[in-house]
Nanobody, 114 residues
């Protein structure tokens, strides 16, 4: 069982930056595709970014050029660097790990004030 713990959310002004972290409980992290998803009030959960064990990345069009996903396999941690934040980025952000199974973190709130 992989447990994921997110941190780094908070309140920031538009144009600001935040860095989210996702710490995994097991070394299975290194063979997992890691992802960040978000869910705004009244909306469905959506993919923000993915990173494979080899470092290949995928981004939602809405965050391309502003967000960067990365991972440190030795530390069992994934990151999401968010720059040039907009009010529409306000959501609960969830960490996700996929190997044989799919695991979710508890979520961290990101609020961007305009």
């Amino acid at each position: 069982q992989v447990q994921l713990v997110e941190s780094g959310g908070g309140l920031v002004q538009a144009g600001g930056s935040l860095r989210l972290s996702c710490a995994a409980s097991e070394r299975a992290f290194s063979i997992s595709v890691m992802g960040w998803y978000r869910q705004a009030p009244g909306k469905q959960r959506e993919l923000v970014a993915l990173i494979t064990p080899g470092g290949r990345t995928t981004y939602a069009d809405s965050v391309k050029g502003r967000f960067t996903i990365s991972r440190d396999n030795a530390a069992n941690t994934a990151y999401l660097q968010m720059n040039s934040l907009k009010s529409e980025d306000t959501a609960v952000y969830y960490c996700n790990a996929q190997n044989t199974y799919t695991y979710w973190g508890q979520g961290t709130q990101v609020t961007v004030s305009s």
